[in-house]
């Protein structure tokens, strides 16, 4: 299993980003797909969730701002980051999850940075 996540970088306060996290191994239309990130000294949180027919649920720190979706032909889960601010700094990891009673299945993609700054 694989999760790329792509697009990662340097943004300037009130700018946009975009990151796409292309998947391979797995069934993905079955899966819940999500960003989370991790800011330096924190813990990994939650961002923004899609499921495979398109409900969302996002942080409250990121709601209006960010966007996800996905493309179950292409495998892909992106997510657009708009207003950006310096707190949004983190290191974005792309996560894959499944639930299929007896057990879970979670799969992290290698995570790509974020810098806000000016």
């Known amino acids: 299993v694989q999760l790329q996540a792509f697009g990662g970088g340097l943004v300037q306060p009130g700018g946009s980003l975009s990151l796409s996290c292309a998947a391979s191994g797995i069934r993905f239309s079955a899966y819940v797909m999500g960003w989370y990130r991790q800011a330096p000294g924190k813990q990994r949180a939650l961002v923004a969730t899609?499921?495979?027919?398109?409900?969302?649920n996002y942080a409250d720190s990121v709601k209006g701002r960010f966007t996800i979706s996905r493309d179950n032909a292409k495998n892909t889960v992106y997510l657009q980051m708009n207003s950006l601010k310096p707190e949004d700094t983190a290191v974005y990891f792309c996560?894959?999850?499944?639930?299929?009673?007896?057990?879970?299945?979670?799969?992290w993609g290698q995570g790509t940075l974020v810098t806000v700054s000016s």
């Open positions: 996560n894959a999850y499944k639930s299929d009673w007896p057990r879970d299945y979670n799969y």
């Open positions: 899609i499921t495979s027919i398109g409900s969302t």
